[in-house]
């Protein structure tokens, strides 16, 4: 809900707790961030093809009435396609980071991650943006 409102205090309290709780930085990407901004991206593209927003959640699986498909829906409009597919990248990219071991502080990178999401907003991603590359920085 934070991610698709881009609410970063809200985002990376979440983040911090989660993992103080026990939660794998790995799994909070897996479970939560990539589904989430799959939905949104998906949401992106639809809205791009002038679906409206009924058309949008079925297609995305959901009810129409559904506050995952509004969360999604707003999300998509908020970020846009250009800034969703970037960020998607980047965050199959720190998952496989995460796979292979290449990063060593997972909370950081991820952390880096929800903030270059939430910073981008409606605005262009400049080039050296963290989501411009293939992997946040750590």
Known sequence: QALARGNTNEIVATIDRAIELGRDPFELLAVEIIPSLRRMLTAAALQSKGLDDPDIARSLGLSPFSPLAARSIDGARSYGLTVLSKAYRAAVDLDAGFKL????????ALAGLVLELTASGKTELAPDSPLSTTLPPV
Request: no cysteine; net charge positive; glycine share 12%.
């Open 101 to 108: 071991g290449k990063l060593k502080n997972q909370r950081q």
